[in-house]
């Protein structure tokens, strides 16, 4: 993903492709579990959409040592887990919002001191277990349960968009974690109609613009992260903080 400003917009640039925090799928509606497809054998339709798991911080040393890029490196703050961090991708852009006017300095402190009280989080719901049955497979005896890690839609945003937090078992740790991703239909896309009816190829790029209309979409995205953990409230008032930082500067 790149993004560049052009007549006063920002626009994000995304490769039309399956890579890395980037994945395309298709649904029938808004609320339905999404199914990733492969973009060079199947063609972008109506159900198709962009699930982006976006970041808002990058370890210094990641930066350091080329793995990543952050057009905000002029300061830089201590998140949660204790690790130098730059503002990074979400946050790189809300700090381009907040520059082209888009969003006032008033309106950030308002946001950090609102972000700032929050009491309830996400990863606090209780996780669910039901009993269905015992089954017998290949002579073995099994108790059959479902363990109910729940997704949250944030369907309230602007240009059909939507913010989903799914609610994931850690892999190397107890407990749980909150995983935030950005969800844009193809047709949110300004050059949608370029793939509509067709699989993409090498170079084949979709353009997201956000300016005034939409800009709250950054907005919503910095509390819902500011309220899926306790960590991620800290790391979210820490970068708004550093953001007004350097914006005074």
Not at 12 to 39: M, Q, V, Y
Not at 115 to 126: L, N, Q, T, V
Not at 135 to 149: A, C, H, P, R
């Amino acid at each position: 993903m790149d993004w560049t400003i052009k007549e006063n917009n920002i626009l994000l640039t995304i490769p039309a492709t399956n890579a890395g925090k980037f994945r395309f799928k298709k649904r029938k509606n808004r609320l339905d579990f999404g199914e990733i497809f492969s973009t060079r054998e199947c063609p972008f339709d109506e159900q198709t959409y962009l699930e982006w798991q976006i970041g808002y911080d990058v370890p210094i040393k990641d930066v350091e040592d080329g793995k990543k890029e952050t057009k905000l490196t002029s300061k830089h703050f201590v998140g949660n887990n204790g690790k130098t961090k730059y503002p990074y991708e979400l946050s790189e852009i809300f700090y381009k919002a907040m520059e082209l006017e888009f969003i006032t300095k008033k309106e950030v402190e308002n946001l950090l001191n609102e972000i700032r009280d929050y009491k309830s989080f996400i990863d606090e719901k209780a996780i669910t277990v039901e009993h269905y049955a015992q089954i017998t497979i290949n002579g073995i005896n099994f108790e059959e349960t479902s363990i109910k890690l729940p997704t949250l839609f944030m369907i309230e945003t602007l240009d059909e968009t939507q913010i989903e937090v799914s609610i994931q078992k850690q892999q190397y740790a107890s407990g749980v974690q909150p995983m935030v991703y950005f969800c844009i239909p193809l047709r949110a896309f300004r050059n949608s109609s370029d793939l509509l009816g067709k699989s993409s190829v090498s170079g084949d790029k979709l353009i997201y613009v956000i300016n005034k209309t939409n800009v709250l979409n950054l907005v919503y995205m910095m509390k819902v992260f500011g309220m899926a953990s306790k960590r991620h409230n800290y790391d979210i008032v820490k970068i708004l903080e550093t953001l007004l930082e350097i914006i005074d500067r």
